[in-house]
């Protein structure tokens, strides 16, 4: 079983996923925010290669990126990184996604990029801008080589748009909580938590719950209801603004745990059993 | 509207051969099949078909007029040269014709705001007057830089009841204020219309913008018809997103003229400061299709320049893309300098003041003079396809230095 695998099946309470970029705020803060967070209880990690030109990403997103570009991070880098968090203890195990945009990725060659992210230890991957109908060569390379490839749900999506990208989805799915590009929001809306049900009722495979996810009160709000909590924006406002960036997101990443932590205090069941 | 004519491209799927395609938010997913279907229906209701045909003619000012050019073919050395005029059009550029029937679709669709992505300007206030005429909100996404290179337009969108919001992100140019008007579309896609102002964006936007101005070319085949010329021997067009150009070629692409897109050389192709995408551009995706593209090794989007707002783009329609692949178009490229020129020479020998973007197509007439491809007597229809206004304070600041030219 891989380690995300692992991670998905033995879950009994909503996933903390925290969203890095590559590169940022510096270049060489990536490998110490990444273990301090590792540490500090993220089930998965998910680092963001950086695009000139990010669709769906909000201003502080849009930011961070523009910021790694200019300190110099490309897709080789960001390989290279995570074969260094491979190669230290406190990362060896903690599942690695990749968030980035079709170009660069096309750019860099479609089956060197695969080929080049197994052998760096990448888990899965997450592009944005590549919808399932679009992504036949992609999925497949991803498939043959055991990287997940995770599309996003949308909450306009009518029901058979649901069926098809979860089916799409090697191991999980995202939903995207509000129409919108990423960025932190105040409140969880009633009607996130609606979508989150009917992906509940339509999809086989787990889903995490992404955009616009601020802290623990919307982990404590959102996670009954998916796998799992990417907060991105927030965490990425935090390393803007922290004199200690991988301290203080750690600090931000132990909060998510502890709330994910008291979800599953609420008796969810285990991914696995809810599927028999 | 004659747009049920067979379609061999797009497929489906939206792809010319290996170009186009949807590569966007999943969030627009919905949207965009949402949008393909109520086109499609559009085109099978002969209400819409008649609705868009009254508003050409009657609010627009179709047909336009085709413009033998006496003394500029003589300044070229005797061939033909007819320019087709859009900027003789409402607003000034052609950009009309694709704002007209996109609002008509907005309208069909329910939904109460209409946004855009302008450069120039041309298109911005395209949208805005059409969005003033139907009573729909309209908020249009303009690159700061753009913003002080084209005042005038900025002034007249919002004399019409629009919003431009300046967009201070990236190359602050067309690129990025198309970043926004996505984004804006991703958040407000339940009561929002994005009209995208050129022949690119995700299917079925290059499909059905070309759609919408085929007219140009068509128009150009009946008005050669009534002077009892079958068939030009060139088209000539200039390409930003590639908008006026398809409009101008698509009636004519199985039949004898030759095609040819003149897209900015900005500084000079060797100066890296252009947006000659097609010339020098790679295969890659931007603003949800794959087409050519000015990109770095690393696949980050590099800054396009042109001294024309309306070309500063460095992306072009996947269409193109696929035209220049097949071999069945050919694109070249002209300078800053040579378009200001050109500019110059059409205001003093035909007393037109064409927009910087159509005077790239005049400057390359010169160039073909100058190597001898035009010969005396081959018909050439040239799309003018804006006019000019709105790029002189800008040309006074350039002629006044002179030595930049």
Same mark, same amino acid.
């Given at each position: 079983m891989s380690r995300l695998e692992r991670v998905l099946r033995q879950a009994r309470r909503p996933l903390v996923i925290p969203f890095v970029t590559a590169?940022?705020?510096?270049? *060489?803060?990536t490998l110490d925010i990444v273990t301090a967070i590792a540490a500090a209880g993220a089930d998965v990690i998910e680092i963001g290669v950086p695009f000139s030109d990010p669709l769906a990403d909000g201003p502080t997103i849009q930011r961070s990126s523009e910021r790694a570009l200019a300190n110099g991070v490309t897709v080789a880098w960001v390989l290279d990184t995570v074969a260094k968090l491979r190669a230290l203890p406190a990362t060896s195990a903690v599942p690695l996604i990749l968030m980035g945009y079709c170009n660069p990725i096309f750019r860099y060659g479609l089956d060197r990029f695969l080929d080049d992210a197994l052998s760096a230890g990448v888990d899965g991957l997450i592009v944005? *801008?590549?919808p399932p109908e679009e992504a036949r060569e992609y999925r497949q390379g991803c498939q043959q080589r055991g990287i997940a490839a995770v599309f996003l749900v949308a909450p306009n999506a009518p029901d058979e748009r649901i069926v098809t990208v979860d089916r799409a989805s090697t191991h999980f799915s995202y939903c995207v909580?509000?129409?919108?590009?990423?960025g932190a929001r105040a409140e969880v809306q009633a009607r996130t938590v609606a979508f989150l049900q009917r992906v509940r009722a339509l999809a086989e495979k787990p889903f995490v719950v992404g955009f616009g996810v601020r802290g623990a009160e919307h982990v404590l709000a959102l996670g009954p209801y998916a796998d799992g909590v990417v907060v991105g924006s927030a965490l990425i406002e935090i390393l803007e603004q922290a004199a200690d960036p991988a301290a203080a997101a750690a600090a931000k990443v132990a909060e998510l745990r502890a709330a994910a932590d008291q979800v599953g205090d609420g008796a969810q069941p285990p991914v696995e059993e809810r599927q028999q | 509207m004659s747009t049920s004519k067979s379609r061999s491209v797009p497929d489906k799927a939206g792809k010319f051969g290996r170009f186009g395609g949807r590569f966007v938010p999943e969030t627009l997913i919905p949207a965009l099949l949402e949008l393909e279907r109520a086109y499609e229906e559009a085109l099978q209701d002969a209400k819409f078909v008649q609705q868009l045909e009254n508003l050409r003619a009657d609010?627009?000012?179709?047909?336009t007029p085709l413009y033998r050019a006496e003394r500029l073919s003589e300044e070229l050395g005797g061939a033909q040269v007819w320019l087709k005029r859009e900027d003789l059009l409402h607003t000034g550029a052609h950009k009309i014709n694709n704002t007209i029937g996109q609002a008509l679709l907005a309208l069909r669709m329910h939904k109460t705001r209409v946004i855009a992505e302008t450069g120039a300007g041309q298109h911005g206030v395209a949208t805005a007057t059409v969005a003033a005429m139907f009573g729909l909100e309209c908020v249009v996404y303009m690159g700061q830089e753009d913003i002080v290179r084209q005042r005038l337009n900025v002034f007249r969108m919002e004399l019409l009841g629009a919003r431009v919001i300046p967009v201070t992100s990236g190359s602050r140019t067309l690129k990025d204020a198309t970043n926004e008007a996505i984004r804006d579309w991703v958040t407000n896609v339940e009561n929002t219309f994005y009209i995208i102002?050129?022949?690119?964006?995700?299917?079925p936007y290059p499909m059905m913008v070309r759609d919408f101005h085929t007219v140009i070319g068509r128009e150009v085949r009946q008005q050669l018809g009534a002077h009892s010329?079958?068939?030009?021997d060139w088209l000539v067009a200039c390409v930003g997103g590639g908008s006026n150009a398809i409009g101008l070629f698509y009636d004519w692409i199985d039949a004898g003229p030759r095609l040819i897109g003149v897209e900015a050389a900005g500084h000079g192709l060797e100066s890296g400061q252009h947006a000659a995408t097609l010339s020098v551009g790679t295969v890659g995706v931007l603003h949800g299709a794959r087409s050519l593209l000015l990109q770095d090794d690393d696949g980050q989007v590099q800054l396009a320049h042109s001294i024309s707002a309306g070309l500063d783009y460095p992306g072009v329609g996947p269409e193109h893309a696929w035209l220049q692949e097949t071999g069945r178009a050919s694109y070249a490229s002209v300078t800053d300098s040579e378009a200001v020129a050109a500019f110059e020479r059409l205001c003093r020998c035909e007393g037109i003041i064409p927009a910087l973007e159509s005077a790239h197509a005049i400057a390359y007439l010169y160039q073909m003079a100058e190597r001898g491809e035009l010969r005396a007597g081959e018909v050439v229809v040239v799309c003018l396809s804006g006019r000019g206004d709105k790029d002189v304070a800008a040309l006074a600041e350039v002629l006044g230095k002179g030595d930049e030219r």
């Open positions: 590169g940022f705020p510096e270049l *060489d803060s944005p *801008d590549l909580s509000i129409t919108g590009v990423t | 609010y627009a000012g179709r047909p102002g050129s022949v690119v964006g995700p299917h010329i079958g068939a030009p």
